[in-house]
């Protein structure tokens, strides 16, 4: 009996037991779509995560007032360490040359009206122009507030989305004049959609020159911040160097002390998001580990006992003379139709559930799981397909047809 | 010119210890081409385990089995599936039919693995199918026959490839009576052709249609008289 012929028998075999092969089918396919979907959700979520954090802004330090000694009730003394005075020597460009932009922050949250429309804006910023720019934020429409606004105080603002939303809905805001806390500020621009699918909204935000919000909400205190931007990612540490000679200078601080000011700076936030990579990839791999175990186990089942449970037919076809190549060739034959046919479904499937948002992450594929688990499911299939085939022909006919 | 059958001295012991049973204690038999042979006795007599080991499906513990002279322990797993294909067709009291095929497809398969090609297999299953009177019937699968439908194709399976032997191990045990003779009708036939059957039974009936009865009890040859 020749190749082709025993290939035939085999097909026969699987259409003349359409419920036995679509059962072992789908065993295949969820073992398949289950592998390649979580490590895709897994993959998913770490991009998310991953272009969060480069939302955050690459080239940029953050000086926050008081070091970890927050604790020591040393507020008095911390709270004065940052304010409006140290920016001109931050900004400027012979004491500090890698420094693009220093912007004082002030910030709180706010509570905003729009012709009976309240919103409570969670970011409300008082600060310089080049702070949108280095938090990574691009305007959408109208214009930013100039330096021109900030000398003279003029209160006008750009607002987030969210905050156009919520306050304005469908109408346009520019040029709208907005109840906050008392003062009223006119909207000049909206800013942009900054992506991120953090736990706070980074679209709840509004911004607005630093001397208007001190005038009018704040008062002249100190800032709970300054954002510095660096000439490049690569100027980071120079930057860093000479922001904390300034500081240390203008604050008469001696010695290497973290007491007053503290500096984050972008090679943290890109330390943090090598180890969240990290993480990640090792959840990955446990996933997938797991998940092509319990698929793996899936598929041995149902092959063992849908070959076992053949094992008489095998009995029957030796009684009638066929040699024990030509059975295992139809068990191959058929374990290998079954399995690529379950295993490809089963990519298919992955790929069709990968276009849905999976509790709220949209998955990603990583064509590599592709080919892990196509792979292990087939050679398990063939395996455990093909073993107890050839276990039950090696047998005597007779032990195979006694078998129940 | 060799016997069809040769046995000498074929003992069949199952299981070890406290738990050996001795199904053959000694069996020596002797059948020459074109006889037709019944093997009779009571349950536990040992004549299944005389069919199986016949039929090459089972292997004796110690004696030995010649088949057209050839010694069979002396096969290889190739050689004997060889040998059950062309020198043996085997009846069983279960049918053994595989499940969810037609009828034309399960008596092509000893042909198939004959390496008979398509064209020629059909026609010559078809021929056995009338042969058993169940030409009508090749599409139909085994669970649209009855039992005596299905137990003929059975026979018809067993004689496709034109075998020296026809062995049946209680044809008739699950069949009716009109079965029962549409099915000993073929075996009349067979044995009119000069094929060589021997034939399980218990059916006193059955046994007397045979040219030479044997009678098997506790795993020995008791009785063995020719009636025709």
Do not use: W
Not at chain 1, 145 to 174: H, N, Q, Y
Not at chain 1, 203 to 209: F, G, I, L, S, T
């Amino acid at each position: 009996m020749n190749l082709f012929e025993t290939i035939r028998f085999a097909l026969r075999a699987i259409t003349a037991n359409k419920l036995r092969s679509s059962l072992t089918v789908l065993g295949i396919l969820i073992g398949v779509a289950a592998v390649i979907l979580l490590v895709a959700v897994g993959n998913g979520s770490a991009q998310a995560v991953q272009k969060q954090i480069e939302s955050l802004g690459t080239n940029t330090l953050t000086v926050t007032a008081g070091g970890g000694g927050g604790a020591r009730g040393a507020a008095s003394t911390t709270s004065t360490a940052l304010n409006m005075t140290l920016i001109p020597a931050l900004s400027d460009k012979d004491e500090a040359p890698h420094v693009r932009s220093a912007s004082p922050v002030v910030t709180g949250s706010q509570s905003a009206t729009y012709e009976g429309t309240d919103h409570t804006i969670a970011q409300f910023v008082g600060t310089y122009p080049g702070y949108v720019a280095a938090s990574n934020f691009k305007l959408a429409k109208g214009s930013l507030f100039t330096d021109e606004d900030v000398t003279d105080s003029r209160k006008v603002m750009v607002i987030g989305k969210t905050v156009a939303e919520e306050l304005f809905g469908t109408v346009d805001p520019l040029s709208k004049q907005v109840n906050v806390a008392g003062k009223l500020f006119t909207v000049i621009g909206v800013l942009a959609d900054k992506g991120g699918t953090g736990f706070t909204d980074p679209n709840d935000v509004a911004m607005a020159p630093v001397s208007a919000v001190q005038e009018s909400l704040t008062g002249y205190g100190s800032l709970n911040q300054i954002l510095i931007e660096a000439t490049a990612p690569g100027d980071v540490t120079e930057a860093q160097n000479e922001v904390t000679a300034i500081l240390n200078a203008k604050l008469n601080i001696t010695g290497s002390s973290t007491t007053a000011y503290r500096i984050q700076n972008a090679s943290q936030l890109l330390e943090t998001r090598a180890n969240t990579a990290e993480t990640f990839t090792l959840l990955l791999g446990a996933v997938a580990g797991i998940s092509l175990l319990v698929g793996g186990i899936g598929i041995t089942n149902i092959m063992m006992v849908t070959v076992t449970e053949r094992t008489r037919e095998i009995g029957i076809r030796k009684a009638l003379g066929a040699p024990k190549r030509t059975i295992l060739t139809q068990f191959l034959v058929e374990a290998t139709v079954l399995s690529l046919i379950g295993g490809l479904l089963g990519v298919a499937a992955a790929v069709i559930g990968s276009r849905f948002t999976i509790v709220s992450i949209q998955p990603v594929i990583v064509p590599s799981s592709v080919f892990l688990a196509l792979g292990f499911s087939v050679a398990i299939g063939l395996f455990f397909g093909s073993y107890p085939a050839s276990r039950a022909a090696g047998l005597r006919p007779i032990e195979a047809l006694r078998y129940e | 010119m060799h016997p069809v059958l040769d046995v000498q001295r074929v003992k069949k012991i199952y299981g070890q210890g406290e738990t050996e049973v001795q199904a053959l204690r000694g069996v020596s038999l002797t059948v020459e081409r074109g006889d037709y042979v019944a093997i009779m006795g009571s349950s536990g007599s040992g004549k299944s385990t005389l069919m199986n080991i016949l039929g090459c499906l089972d292997i004796p513990t110690t004696g030995k089995y010649l088949l057209d002279g050839v010694d069979v322990s002396r096969l290889n797993d190739r050689q004997l599936a060889l040998v059950r294909n062309r020198r043996i067709g085997f009846v069983f009291q279960a049918f053994n039919l595989i499940a969810r095929t037609s009828a034309l497809a399960n008596v092509e398969l000893p042909l198939a693995y004959a390496g008979v090609k398509g064209a020629e297999r059909r026609r010559r299953a078809n021929l056995a199918l009338s042969m058993v009177g169940l030409a009508d019937r090749a599409g139909h699968e085994p669970n649209q026959l009855s039992g005596g439908q299905q137990q003929r194709v059975a026979v018809a399976r067993a004689l496709v490839t034109a075998p020296a032997l026809v062995l049946a191990d209680e044809p008739t045990g699950n069949l009716d009576t009109q079965s029962t003779n549409d099915v000993l009708a073929v075996f009349d036939r067979l044995s009119a052709s000069g094929r060589t059957i021997v034939l399980i039974t218990h059916e006193p009936d059955v046994a007397e249609r045979a040219k030479r009865l044997i009678r098997l009890v506790d795993g020995h040859i008791v009785q063995d008289e020719r009636l025709k």
